[in-house]
C-alpha cells in the first residue's frame, strides 16, 4: 500500500463533494496536488497543498477552501486529526488502526512492497558503461556502471520492461591501435626485446597476456605475416579477450548486461545497417547537401570545408547540423550513432536511456535531435552524464593517468575495499555531482559510513528474529502469521519509525521519474537511522524493546514491524546491487 496514493485518491474524493469545487470542476486541474510527508513529523503524517493549488482558480480564499475539506476529512473513520497550517496547508494524522492497517500489507508484501506499476510495462533501454574495450576498466567507468545498474534495477522495480545494454566500441582507429599494441606483446612473447612501447600504443602490462595467448596459438606465424593480414586477426582476439576482462570487472561489481552490442555490427555489409538509418532520415526530409562553417574552437574529427551529406538536426533541437557522410564517401562516427538508436527504437524501445561521462554532454543535444529525427516524437531519450569520481587513501589524493598505463582499475578498487561499499557509495551522491571516495572511510564501520550503517541495520533486524527464538525457544517463525497480529503496535515511537518505512513506495515512484537512483541510498540511510535511534532507545526503556521476555504477544506483534524494516532494507539494497547480511562480521 502507498499511503500517499491512498490519500490523494481520498482527498479528492473529498473536493469533489464540495459545492464550490464540483461547480467550477473545469477550471481545477487536480494534477498539481500534492500529498506528502510533512516537513516536520509533530505536524501530522501525511500533508496536502489542495486548498493552496486550487484557490485560485476557484476564486476562494486557500484558508477557507481548506477549511470545508476539513471538516470533510475529518468524517473519515482512519483520520485521527486534521488541521490546517499557515495559509491553508491542511496536516493529516492518521488513527492507530490506520497505521497497523498499512503494516499488516507491509509484511504480507514482504520485499515486494513499494513495487510500482507506475512503469506500465513500457519497454526501457538503458545503455552503460560502454567502455571501449581497449584495456581494464577504471575507477571513472565504474561510477557510470553502478549509476546505470541501479538505476535499470528501479525501473524494472517500478514496472518497466527493463534491457540492460553494453554497447561495444569495437569499430574505429582506437581498436587499430588496441591491435598493434597487442602485436607488441605478441612479438614479445615470441622472445623479442621490445623496449619502451611507443607513443600512441598502450602500455599497459594487461596486453601481455594477451600477446602471450596469441603467441600460443599461432606460434611465429603471425610475425611472417604482412600488417593487412595479421591485423583483422589480432584484432578480433584483442577485443575478445578484452571483453572477456571487462566482463569479468563487471562480475566483480555484480553488473551483468542483457546485450552487448557490438559496433561493428553497423558497418557489416558495407555499412547497410547505417545506410538504412540515414534513408530513414532522407524520406523524413532531414538529410541534406550542403557545407558547414567551421565550428568555434577545436575543429571536429568529421568536420570538412567541403560539401557533405548532412543531418538537419538544427530543426530537430540541436545546436548545428551534423555531417553522416563525408565527401570522400564514408561514413561519420556520428552516423553510427544515428543508425544504433534506429536500431533500438527498431527494437521496440519506448525510451532509451544513456549514461554517459560528463565529457560526453556534447552528445546530449545531438542525441536528443536523432530521437525527435527517427521516432517522430514516438519515444524517449535521457541523456544522464556522471560526473568524475576522485579517489582518496586516509585524505590522500590516489592519482591515475589511463594512457601511461599507471591507474586505478575498477578491479583494483572493488578487491580491496568489496563490492558493496564500492555499489553503494557510487550512488550515496548525486551522479550530476562530482564525488569523493576514500578507501579508509568506505570501510569503517561506523554511522559515517552509510553503507556499513545500512547493513548493519538488516543485521539487527535478523539478530532481533535470532533474540525471539532464544527467549521464546518453541516460537516457529516460519509459521507465524505477522499481519495477524499488528494490533500490539501502537506505541508512538513505534509509529514514527512505521511512518519512515511506508514512505518507501512514495521514493520508489519518484525516484524512477526522476531517473534517479541515489534517493533509494539517501532513504535507506534516513530508515537506518531512525530504526537504530528506536532499538537504542530500548538499552534505556526496556519497554521499548522488540523482544520482551515477559509479553510473548507484544514481542511478535514488534517483529512484524521488524520484519517490515527488513524487507525494505532487503528490497532497497537490492536495487542498489547490495547486500542485505544477516550478520555483520
Not at 327 to 347: H, I, L, N, P, Q
Amino acid at each position: 500500500m502507498n499511503l500517499f496514493t491512498d490519500f490523494d485518491s481520498r482527498i479528492k474524493k473529498v473536493l469533489e463533494e464540495i459545492d464550490v469545487v464540483r461547480e467550477n470542476r473545469a477550471a481545477v486541474d487536480f494534477g498539481r496536488i500534492g500529498v506528502e510527508p510533512p516537513r516536520d513529523a509533530s505536524h501530522g503524517d501525511v500533508a496536502t497543498n489542495a486548498a493552496m493549488v486550487l484557490a485560485k482558480p476557484l476564486g476562494t480564499n486557500p484558508r477557507a477552501l481548506a477549511e470545508l475539506i476539513v471538516e470533510k476529512l475529518s468524517q473519515d473513520p482512519e483520520v485521527a486529526e486534521v488541521t490546517v497550517a499557515g495559509p491553508g496547508f491542511i496536516n493529516v494524522r492518521l488513527s492507530v488502526g490506520y497505521w497497523q492497517k498499512v503494516l499488516a500489507d507491509m509484511i504480507r508484501a514482504g520485499t515486494d512492497f513499494g513495487r510500482s506499476a507506475v512503469g506500465a510495462g513500457r519497454k526501457v533501454n538503458v545503455e552503460y558503461v560502454s567502455a571501449n574495450p581497449t584495456g581494464p576498466m577504471h575507477v571513472g567507468h565504474c561510477r557510470g556502471a553502478v549509476v546505470g545498474d541501479a538505476l535499470a534495477n528501479l525501473l524494472a522495480f517500478s514496472g518497466y520492461d527493463v534491457t540492460k545494454e553494453y554497447y561495444i566500441n569495437d569499430a574505429g582507429s582506437q581498436v587499430d591501435v588496441l591491435a598493434r599494441s597487442a602485436f607488441l606483446r605478441y612479438r614479445q612473447a615470441l622472445g623479442e626485446k621490445i623496449g619502451e612501447i611507443p607513443p600512441g600504443l598502450y602500455p599497459g602490462d594487461y596486453l601481455v597476456p594477451v600477446g602471450e595467448a596469441l603467441a600460443a596459438e599461432f606460434g611465429s606465424s603471425l610475425r611472417l605475416m604482412p600488417e593487412e593480414k595479421w591485423l583483422p586477426i589480432v584484432k578480433d582476439k584483442t577485443i575478445d579477450a578484452m571483453m572477456a576482462m571487462i566482463r569479468a570487472d563487471l562480475d566483480a561489481l555484480n553488473v551483468h548486461h542483457d546485450v552487448f552490442y557490438s559496433e561493428r555490427t553497423l558497418h557489416a555489409n558495407g555499412g547497410a545497417p547505417i545506410r538504412t538509418a540515414i534513408n530513414d532520415l532522407t524520406f523524413k526530409g532531414h538529410v541534406y547537401k550542403g557545407v558547414l562553417p567551421p565550428p568555434k574552437g577545436q575543429l571536429p574529427e568529421d568536420w570538412e570545408d567541403r560539401e557533405q551529406t548532412l543531418f538537419r538536426s538544427t530543426e530537430v533541437g540541436d545546436d548545428i547540423d551534423r555531417p553522416l557522410i563525408k565527401s570522400d564517401g564514408s561514413y561519420t562516427y556520428f552516423a553510427a550513432d544515428v543508425a544504433y538508436f534506429k536500431d533500438k527504437f527498431d527494437r521496440g524501445f519506448d525510451e532509451m536511456i544513456y549514461i554517459l561521462g560528463a565529457d560526453h554532454g556534447g552528445y546530449v543535444k545531438r542525441l536528443e535531435a536523432v530521437c525527435r529525427a527517427i521516432s517522430e516524437g514516438n519515444a524517449r531519450l535521457t541523456v544522464l552524464l556522471c560526473q568524475l569520481v576522485k579517489l582518496f587513501r586516509n585524505g590522500e589524493p590516489v592519482k591515475m593517468s589511463k594512457r601511461s598505463g599507471d591507474f586505478v582499475t575498477l578491479r583494483e578498487v572493488v578487491d580491496e575495499v568489496g563490492r558493496d561499499p564500492v555499489r553503494f557509495m557510487m550512488l550515496y551522491r548525486k551522479s550530476s555531482e562530482p564525488l569523493d571516495f576514500d578507501f579508509a572511510k568506505v570501510t569503517e564501520q561506523s554511522k559515517d559510513n552509510p553503507v556499513f550503517y545500512v547493513q548493519y541495520a538488516h543485521a539487527r533486524c535478523m539478530s532481533t528474529f535470532r533474540k525471539a527464538v532464544e527467549a521464546f525457544p518453541d516460537l516457529d517463525l516460519d509459521s507465524l502469521d505477522l499481519a495477524a497480529t499488528v494490533e500490539g503496535i501502537s506505541d508512538p515511537n513505534e509509529l514514527q519509525l512505521l511512518a519512515k518505512v511506508a514512505e518507501y513506495p512514495r521514493i520508489v515512484e519518484a525516484a524512477s521519474l526522476a531517473h534517479e537512483p541515489h534517493r533509494i541510498a539517501f532513504y535507506l540511510y534516513d530508515l537506518a537511522s531512525v530504526f537504530h535511534a528506536h532499538y537504542n532507545k530500548g538499552k534505556d526503556q526496556p519497554d521499548l524493546r522488540f523482544v520482551n521476555d515477559k509479553n510473548r504477544q507484544l514481542s511478535i506483534a514488534r517483529l512484524g514491524l521488524v520484519f517490515a524494516v527488513a524487507s525494505v532494507l532487503k528490497s532497497g539494497l537490492a536495487i542498489t546491487g547490495t547486500a542485505a547480511p544477516d550478520e555483520m562480521r
